[in-house]
């Protein structure tokens, strides 16, 4: 069956760096859409960055464009989320997600299968 696993989450301070990674089995990953999600408590699940597995367009909020780059190594089956400049504010759990769909969706409806997530939390 699908899995995605993901990785890299932790304690950071504001201004500081990190890099999440996806690892996805069980799938064909080179014709899967991938998504980040994050979610902090109370709220509700936020779209963060989107890849697609066609010519590998992306997209991002206005909240983290500029400081978040989503990539995705296809020989890896691997999807990745530098984070940079992270703010107090960037604090939540982060999920990777995908879909078959060629274009980035943005709600997370549209996404079928989901990771664990990681926690990500961003000290002042």
């Known amino acids: 069956q699908v899995q995605l696993v993901e990785s890299g989450g932790g304690l950071v301070q504001a201004g500081g760096s990190l890099r999440l990674s996806c690892a996805a089995s069980?799938?064909?990953?080179?014709?899967?859409?991938m998504g980040w999600f994050r979610q902090a408590p109370g709220q509700e699940r936020e779209f963060v960055a989107g890849?697609?597995?066609?010519?590998?367009?992306?997209d991002y909020p206005d909240s983290v464009k500029g400081r978040f780059t989503i990539s995705r190594d296809n020989a890896k089956n691997t999807v990745f989320l530098q984070m940079n400049n992270l703010r107090p504010e960037d604090t939540a759990v982060y999920y990777c997600a995908a879909h078959t769909s060629p274009a980035v969706a943005t709600t997370a409806g549209r996404y079928s299968h989901w990771g664990q997530g990681t926690q990500v939390t961003v000290s002042s």
């Open positions: 890849i697609s597995w066609i010519g590998g367009s992306t």
């Open positions: 069980g799938l064909t990953f080179g014709i899967w859409t």
